[in-house]
C-alpha cells in the first residue's frame, strides 16, 4: 500500500477512535473525523466506503489486538489455573495500552437500527463468545483434572469476564472510587481467587 495511504487510514482511526470513545456512534459526523485527522471527507469514503465501514474497521483493530492479548494468557504449556489468572493479567494489559479499544469490546455502543450496525454488534458478540469458550475449556480441563470443583463451565466464565469489566472500568473514574493500575491489578486477583477457592471455608 502506498505509504501515503497507509498514514491516511491511520490518522482516521485514530481520530476516530478518540471521538467515538466520547460520544456515541451516531452523533459523530464525518467531517469532526476528517478534521481531526486532518484529511478532506472524501478520504474516508476512498478507504473506508463510510462511516460504518470506518467504525468496522475500528472494531475489527479492537478485536484483532484483544485476541492478541489472550493468545498469550491461552499459551501451550500452562495449567488451566494459570490460564486463569494469566487471562486476568493479559486484559488488565489490554486496557492499560488501549482503553479505548477496552470501552468499545467491553461496553459497546447501541448499534442503532441500521443493518451495517446490527452486522458489527453481531460480530462483536461472536467475537466475545469465542474468548468466553477458551475460558470454559480451560475450567472444563481444571474440573477433569481435578483441580477445580464442579461448577458450571459456561457461568462461572460469565461470572469472571463480567467481575473482570467492572473492576476495570474503576480505572476510568474520576471520583474517589477510582483505583490505580496496580490496585486494578491486585483486585482481579482477588477476584479470580474468589472463583478459583470460593468463601467457605472446606
Excluded: C
Aim: hydrophobic share 45%; no cysteine.
Amino acid at each position: 500500500m502506498d505509504p501515503r495511504a497507509e498514514r491516511t487510514i491511520e490518522a482516521l482511526l485514530r481520530a476516530a477512535e478518540q471521538l467515538f470513545n466520547r460520544r456515541p456512534f451516531a452523533e459523530v459526523t464525518l467531517e469532526e473525523i476528517a478534521a481531526a485527522a486532518g484529511v478532506a471527507v472524501g478520504s474516508v469514503y476512498n478507504h473506508f466506503g463510510s462511516k460504518a465501514g470506518l467504525h468496522a474497521a475500528l472494531i475489527d483493530r479492537a478485536l484483532d489486538t484483544d485476541r492478541y492479548f489472550m493468545d498469550l494468557a491461552y499459551a501451550p504449556g500452562r495449567s488451566p489455573i494459570d490460564q486463569l489468572y494469566a487471562a486476568a493479567a493479559e486484559y488488565l494489559a489490554f486496557y492499560l495500552a488501549n482503553p479505548e479499544f477496552f470501552r468499545m469490546l467491553a461496553f459497546p455502543a447501541d448499534p442503532g437500527s441500521y443493518p451495517a450496525g446490527r452486522d458489527l454488534a453481531e460480530r462483536l458478540a461472536e467475537s466475545v463468545r469465542e474468548q468466553n469458550v477458551r475460558m470454559v475449556e480451560a475450567i472444563k480441563l481444571g474440573i477433569e483434572t481435578g483441580v477445580l470443583r464442579k461448577v458450571d463451565p459456561e457461568e462461572t466464565a460469565t461470572v469472571l469476564w463480567a467481575a473482570w469489566n467492572g473492576i476495570i472500568s474503576l480505572g476510568w473514574r474520576s471520583d474517589g472510587l477510582s483505583r490505580s493500575d496496580d490496585e486494578l491489578a491486585q483486585l482481579l486477583r482477588v477476584a479470580t481467587d474468589l472463583v478459583a477457592h470460593g468463601l467457605l471455608v472446606d
